[in-house]
Protein backbone atom coordinates (compact mmCIF):
# COMPACT_ATOMS: atom_id res chain seq x y z
CA UNK A 1 0.00 0.00 0.00
CA UNK A 2 1.38 3.45 -1.01
CA UNK A 3 2.07 6.18 1.88
CA UNK A 4 -0.34 9.15 1.09
CA UNK A 5 2.32 12.41 1.04
CA UNK A 6 1.77 14.69 3.50
CA UNK A 7 -0.39 17.71 2.64
CA UNK A 8 1.17 21.14 3.67
CA UNK A 9 -0.80 23.97 4.22
CA UNK A 10 0.36 27.29 5.65
CA UNK A 11 -1.21 29.47 8.79
CA UNK A 12 -2.92 31.94 7.65
CA UNK A 13 -1.25 34.06 11.19
CA UNK A 14 2.43 32.78 11.33
CA UNK A 15 3.20 32.31 7.64
CA UNK A 16 5.07 29.35 8.91
CA UNK A 17 3.98 25.59 6.44
CA UNK A 18 2.58 22.56 8.39
CA UNK A 19 1.48 19.27 7.56
CA UNK A 20 -1.87 19.85 7.25
CA UNK A 21 -2.97 17.04 10.04
CA UNK A 22 -1.64 19.65 12.70
CA UNK A 23 -3.07 22.94 11.10
CA UNK A 24 -6.86 24.02 11.89
CA UNK A 25 -9.22 24.05 8.89
CA UNK A 26 -11.58 27.27 8.17
CA UNK A 27 -13.89 26.32 5.42
CA UNK A 28 -16.28 28.46 3.64
CA UNK A 29 -18.90 25.97 2.45
CA UNK A 30 -21.26 27.24 -0.27
CA UNK A 31 -24.40 25.98 1.68
CA UNK A 32 -23.51 25.17 5.48
CA UNK A 33 -21.69 28.81 5.95
CA UNK A 34 -18.16 28.83 8.00
CA UNK A 35 -17.47 25.12 9.32
CA UNK A 36 -14.25 23.93 11.26
CA UNK A 37 -11.84 20.89 10.39
CA UNK A 38 -15.49 19.95 7.15
CA UNK A 39 -17.15 21.53 4.63
CA UNK A 40 -16.51 21.66 0.90
CA UNK A 41 -14.75 25.06 -0.65
CA UNK A 42 -12.46 27.92 -0.33
CA UNK A 43 -10.24 27.07 3.21
CA UNK A 44 -8.09 28.48 5.10
CA UNK A 45 -5.71 26.92 7.85
CA UNK A 46 -4.19 28.13 11.15
CA UNK A 47 -1.89 26.81 14.09
CA UNK A 48 -4.32 24.97 16.67
CA UNK A 49 -2.59 27.40 19.28
CA UNK A 50 -3.86 30.33 20.79
CA UNK A 51 -1.20 32.48 19.73
CA UNK A 52 -1.76 32.30 16.01
CA UNK A 53 -5.54 31.73 16.18
CA UNK A 54 -5.53 35.69 18.64
CA UNK A 55 -3.07 37.40 16.53
CA UNK A 56 -4.64 40.22 14.74
CA UNK A 57 -3.19 39.00 12.02
CA UNK A 58 -5.72 35.90 12.25
CA UNK A 59 -8.66 37.75 11.46
CA UNK A 60 -8.24 40.01 8.57
CA UNK A 61 -6.08 37.20 6.89
CA UNK A 62 -8.81 34.82 7.11
CA UNK A 63 -11.50 37.32 6.01
CA UNK A 64 -9.48 37.51 3.26
CA UNK A 65 -8.42 34.49 2.49
CA UNK A 66 -11.99 32.82 2.80
CA UNK A 67 -13.20 36.21 1.05
CA UNK A 68 -16.12 36.60 3.53
CA UNK A 69 -16.76 38.95 6.58
CA UNK A 70 -16.94 36.35 9.89
CA UNK A 71 -19.40 36.96 12.92
CA UNK A 72 -17.38 37.62 15.64
CA UNK A 73 -19.27 35.02 17.17
CA UNK A 74 -17.52 32.56 15.48
CA UNK A 75 -13.85 33.77 16.44
CA UNK A 76 -15.00 32.46 20.67
CA UNK A 77 -15.83 28.79 18.68
CA UNK A 78 -12.07 29.05 17.23
CA UNK A 79 -10.89 29.64 20.60
CA UNK A 80 -13.22 26.85 22.02
CA UNK A 81 -12.05 24.28 19.35
CA UNK A 82 -8.15 25.28 19.96
CA UNK A 83 -8.77 24.59 23.94
CA UNK A 84 -9.55 20.59 22.82
CA UNK A 85 -6.38 20.73 21.30
CA UNK A 86 -4.20 21.16 24.33
ZN1 LIG B 1 0.60 29.72 13.04
Known amino acids: MKKSL ?8 CRLKFDRSNLLKITKDKNLGILINKGIGRSAYSCKTEKCSKDSKFKKNL ?14 IIAIEIQNYK
Open 6 to 13: PVIRRCIS
Open 63 to 76: QKALKTTIDKKFYE
